[in-house]
């Protein structure tokens, strides 16, 4: 049984992609440094002109930026594509810079190009074309080197005057990710826009250093031998196949984010569990000790564990933008824990709602970091709690408290400005974007469990 491919978002398959949008996301103003940019400055303002000016073809259109590129940006000399590998695509204006390294071929930069904009879609014969470099697949199949990294690379899109850049990488075999960069840049805006030109000042600056990074990437690569390689490889390969009860064996491509292949975190046995409502991956963590462990790993809670209310957090890393790399103890069927709803269902009891309640109290207590402030859940409904070895004889059932999205500050953080679940009851207070209250939690476990308010 095969699921449709899972994307992830670029800053999680490169770190070099996270260059650029951080770059995106600066002000448009001129760098503290503007002296040690004069180059890149000129460049900027003959790139306007480029972009100014009439192109009755493609290939003149695509000519100019790659003069440009070569001589005054210099990210990488782009080369025209020859006919033997574009006489595929509709589109065979396609630009490339290539590395060569070991006798592997790696794609570094595309540049794809229409000379009006709405005639045609570039971005898809980039995408083909990144699909024909690398054989369809065929060179994935073949080595280990190829199947040992995502093969990210950049893609610049010009459509008449409008500029963009777009990271591309490999999913599995020939299945292609991608994902915009930046916005689409119009190109012949008046060159006294200043505002535009910092912008481009600033996003072909990270663009530049993002294409070096590659390079450098990709030759570290070719370094990598032996047990090292094929452990990158076949954690990558491993990672799209899993065993579901009842369904048998499920094959979703995916791409493993690049931090968990950090031979510091000690992982094996990675398995992609879905995209929903956060990225989630299960592995097998070698500890200190030599000892393995089965956690859980999002990317989106320390103080709740020390109060006994919440799974133990291993390790928290940030990778980019405002996401967060978790790794956290694993609570599974095999360890005998089971969501709460299930539980009530076949008939949990008062003690087991008494220690649900004591769970939020104890949870709602517990100080959170150096300034000792209160944190509110936010979200405490069933499919959120879990309980472990509950049986006739549990005076006590062990309760914890999962999946902390939404959790902060008790009276400043707010709730997401998303249309909320409408199968649970509320609080009257509660709406997108309300201040979150201990109270609103309190309110919303009750109703879960059928207690009268």
């Not at 695509?89 to 590395?99: I, R």
């Not at 805006?189 to 530049?208: E, H, I, S």
């Not at 390969?237 to 493993?256: K, R, S, Y």
């Not at 649900?356 to 104890?362: G, M, Q, S, T």
Request: aromatic share 8%.
């Amino acid at each position: 049984m095969a699921g449709p491919p899972a994307n992830i978002p670029p800053e999680l398959v490169s770190p070099v992609f996270r260059r650029i949008l951080e770059a995106v996301a600066e002000p448009s103003q001129p760098p503290p440094d503007l002296s040690d940019h004069s180059d890149l400055y000129v460049a900027v303002r003959k790139l306007l002109a480029v972009g100014s000016g009439f192109y009755p073809d493609e290939a003149q259109l695509q000519n100019a930026f790659i003069d440009w590129n070569n001589t005054c940006l210099q990210a990488g000399a782009l080369v025209p594509s020859s006919s033997s590998t574009a006489e595929a695509l509709p589109n065979k204006h396609v630009g490339m810079y290539n590395l060569i390294c070991d006798n592997k071929d790696f794609l570094v930069t595309m540049l794809a190009c229409k000379s009006d904009v709405g005639v045609g879609e570039p971005l898809v014969q980039a995408l083909a074309y990144y699909q024909n470099h690398d054989k369809e697949g065929a060179c994935w199949e073949s080595d280990s080197i190829y199947r040992a990294s995502p093969l990210p690379a950049l893609v610049l899109l010009l459509k008449g005057p409008c500029l963009s850049i777009h990271a591309v990488w490999t999913i599995f075999q020939n299945r292609v990710g991608y994902a915009p960069l930046t916005p689409s840049y119009y190109l012949a805006n008046d060159r006294r826009d200043t505002a535009n030109v910092w912008k481009m000042l600033a996003v072909l600056a990270a663009y530049k250093k993002a294409v070096q990074e590659l390079v450098d990437a990709y030759e570290a690569q070719c370094q990598v031998t032996g047990t090292a390689l094929d452990r990158m490889a076949s954690l990558r390969t491993a990672a799209h196949i899993t065993e579901e009860e009842g369904v048998g064996v499920v094959v979703t491509p995916c791409t493993l984010p690049y931090s968990l292949l950090d031979e510091q975190l000690g992982l094996s046995n990675i398995s992609f569990r879905g995209p929903d409502p956060c990225l989630i991956y299960t592995a097998l963590q070698r500890t200190d000790g030599g000892a393995e462990r089965r956690v859980l790993v999002k990317f989106v809670h320390t103080a709740w564990h020390a109060a006994g209310v919440a799974p133990e957090l291993y390790r928290v890393q940030p990778v980019g933008g405002s996401l967060l790399m978790v790794v956290m103890e694993l609570l599974s069927s095999e360890d005998g824990w089971m969501p709460l709803g299930k539980v009530l269902d076949g008939g949990g009891g008062e003690p087991l709602k008494q220690a649900v309640h004591e769970a939020l109290r104890k949870a709602h207590a517990a100080p959170v970091g150096v300034s000792g402030y209160k944190a509110v859940h936010g979200d405490i409904r069933c499919p959120n709690i879990t309980v472990q070895n509950l049986d006739a004889s549990a005076a006590s059932p062990k309760v914890f408290i999962i999946d902390y999205d939404w959790a902060g500050r008790n009276g400043e953080a707010t709730y997401p400005l998303v249309l909320l679940a409408s199968g649970p009851t509320w609080h009257a207070a509660v709406r997108p974007g309300a201040v979150m209250q201990q109270e609103h939690d309190v309110y919303l476990l009750a109703r879960e469990l059928g207690d009268q308010q």
